[in-house]
């Protein structure tokens, strides 16, 4: 895959433009850039922050940041590719962080005001 960097490690466990908000944001599911290692929340958050890092940088592969999944996805041709090279690790998010999260955050109507 072009533009894949397998030796960049995650940004942190979370969504970078989350949690450098004020007030903080949160997150129904994680990303991962995989050029440059940023996390950020998929399209159906609030935020919309993977993609909005793909449009502003180029970057466009990012896999799944999730437990249990392998994905990827390649914003500018719109394909998902089921495997793809090994990331630096972590691969996922922390099993101990919930989804939708962080759940300190969760307004009570969050499914609401997720993006469909």
């Avoid at 960049?8 to 944001?25: E, F, I, R, T």
């Avoid at 896999?63 to 249990?68: A, N």
């Amino acid at each position: 895959m072009q533009g894949v960097d397998p030796s960049v490690p995650p940004s942190g466990p979370g969504c970078a433009d989350c949690d450098a908000a004020d007030p903080q944001g949160w997150w129904f599911h994680l990303r991962r850039c995989a050029a440059c290692g940023h996390i950020g929340c998929c399209d159906s958050s609030p935020g919309q922050h993977a993609s909005a890092h793909a449009a502003a940088t180029g970057h466009r592969i990012v896999r799944s940041f999730e437990p249990g999944e392998e994905w990827f996805w390649d914003y500018q041709e719109e394909t998902m590719y089921e495997s793809g090279p090994a990331l630096a690790a972590p691969e996922h998010r922390p099993l101990t962080q919930s989804a939708p999260g962080p759940a300190e955050r969760l307004p009570e109507d969050w499914p609401q005001r997720l993006h469909r």
